[in-house]
């Protein structure tokens, strides 16, 4: 006759822990790869904005030639080409 092998088992309190680190591990999980979505998209806005500022600055030096823009006041000096 064969023995029935004892069940062996962690207790539920040891169990609920590692249930809840598993469950928050999961959750950070997600929160990354949301973040890593949402980096995604504001890389490529980032991306169209510098373009947006080129294509801007192509246009002012079209009107005024080359020249630095006082941001602040939007005065401007000529640049002197050497």
Do not use: R
Request: charged share 40%.
């Amino acid at each position: 006759m064969k023995k029935v092998e004892e069940v062996k088992k962690i207790t539920e309190e040891q169990l609920t822990v590692i249930k809840d680190h598993q469950k928050d591990l999961n959750k950070s999980l997600t929160n990354l790869g949301f973040l890593e979505t949402q980096k995604h998209s504001l890389l490529h806005e980032y991306a169209g904005l510098v373009e947006d500022i080129e294509k801007y600055k192509k246009d002012l030096e079209d009107i005024y030639g080359a020249i630095n823009i006082n941001i602040e006041d939007g005065t401007y000096t000529d640049i002197e080409k050497e």
